[in-house]
């Protein structure tokens, strides 16, 4: 099984200033197999990234996704006030499927 | 648009078998991959498994002895059963489609809380 590791557990931030966030794979699970979530409180998770650096649909370009191999992090340029939620990755290069234990960010 | 809606009964007791179901709408079961993902309150994501349209399946071996996952095309309904419960299952359980079987998750349903308890 393939562990994911999100770093940092929180991030404190404000409207208008850039969020870096960063997820580690245990194993390489290549550009294309690498996804980020976010989820507002008391809602489901929505697809933002999908193949590290593809935005879903409706997504605003102040999401960027990069990297590859084991190595990868989602980029909010300029924080928006909903954009302050928590944010998984999941890689699905092998089953079971798993994802990260989330990011906070939070004001 | 496709839509996803889990129904569940809400309150299942300990050893019993929990039965959760997700009607799909906007769009056909058919040619999807769809995987039912659990969250426990408060903390992270678990995938549970998976059901191709024509209901081949492959779980987590987490919880592999326990899980059923089956299609209804004719209802376009596909549904999870979770037997021998514990408190351990309680969790907002949602039902999510992929296009393939290596693939990322969407849309989600706003998914459905199932508390384990006597």
């Known amino acids: 099984e393939i562990v994911l590791t999100q770093s940092p557990g929180t991030l404190s931030l404000s409207p208008g200033e850039r969020a870096a966030l960063s997820c580690r794979a245990s194993?390489?699970?290549?550009?294309?197999?690498l996804a980020w979530y976010q989820q507002r409180p008391g809602r489901a998770p929505r697809l933002l990234i999908y193949?590290?650096?593809n935005r879903a649909a409706g997504i605003p370009d102040r999401f960027s996704g990069s990297g590859s191999g084991t190595d990868f992090t989602l980029t909010i340029s300029r924080l928006e006030p909903e954009d302050f939620a928590v944010y998984y990755c999941?890689?699905?290069?092998?089953?079971?499927?798993?994802f990260g234990p989330g990011t906070k960010v939070d004001i | 648009q496709l839509r996803l809606q889990e129904s569940g009964p809400g309150l299942v007791k300990p050893s019993e078998t929990l039965s959760v179901t997700c009607t799909v709408s906007g769009d056909a079961i058919n040619n999807y991959y769809w995987s039912w993902i659990r969250q426990p309150p408060g903390k992270g994501l678990e995938w549970i498994g998976y059901v191709y349209y024509s209901g081949s399946t492959h779980y987590n071996p987490s919880l592999k002895s326990r899980v059923t996952i089956s299609v209804d095309r004719s209802r376009d309904q596909f549904s999870l059963k979770l037997n021998s419960v514990t408190a351990a299952d309680t969790a907002v359980y949602y039902c999510?489609?992929?296009?393939?079987?290596?693939?990322?998750?969407?849309?989600w349903g706003p998914g459905t809380l199932v508390t384990v308890s006597s």
């Open positions: 999510v489609r992929h296009r393939y079987g290596l693939s990322w998750f969407d849309p």
């Open positions: 999941q890689q699905y290069v092998s089953t079971p499927f798993t």
């Open positions: 193949s590290a650096s």
């Open positions: 194993q390489s699970v290549s550009a294309t197999y």
